[in-house]
């Protein structure tokens, strides 16, 4: 796995935010997620990530947040994130009290959040694809982090990809599908 997976992801995830518009009631390839609700699991999910780069622990997530701060405070945060990632991190952070290597849980957000800004692009007709090379690394680690095995309600089941690219089939491995061009 190479060191900038994250980056690569947070790159992708600030490629699509200037295209999502204002209307944030648009449904979302995350099935019953509209583009605030996923907003706000994305700042969420930042926020995470960041407090165990700088913290060295990831505490159990509390209440959901009720809104999001819009696509300016996730970029801020987003390059808050890579900062840590590049002058903070620690060898293992402690993710609901167990340890893990550092190296894994910037795996893990490469994960949600290249996903995720997919699932935010995807609110629009023709959303922009996952990058290949980006596409490809996850998808070697997805079966490690997300297995066949209890996904539901987090995932849905593997579906068919339309195309061979890298990007469809991961999505096709975490249940989700590109909108036909």
Known sequence: MSE???????????S????LGSDLSTPTG????????????????????RE???????????????????????????MALLGAWANERP??????GRPVPAHVLGTVGALEL????????????????????????L????????PLADRSPL???PIEPRTTAPGDQLLAYLGRTRPAS
Do not use: K
């Open 16 to 19: 699509v935010l200037p295209d």
């Open 4 to 14: 900038d997976l994250l980056e690569r992801a947070v790159a992708y995830l600030l």
């Open 155 to 157: 995932f849905a089941a």
């Open 91 to 96: 060898r293992s952070v402690v993710v609901f």
């Open 30 to 49: 995350c099935r019953g997620w509209n583009t605030r609700m996923l907003l706000a699991h994305v700042d969420e999910s930042i926020a995470a990530l």
């Open 114 to 137: 290249a996903v995720h800004a997919w699932d935010l692009a995807a609110a629009r007709s023709n959303p922009p694809p996952i990058p290949d090379r980006l596409a490809r690394e």
């Open 139 to 146: 998808l070697s680690v997805a079966p490690e982090l997300v």
């Open 52 to 78: 165990g780069l700088t913290g060295g622990q990831v505490a159990m997530p509390g209440a959901p947040l009720p809104n999001c701060a819009g696509t300016l405070h996730i970029r801020s945060r987003a």
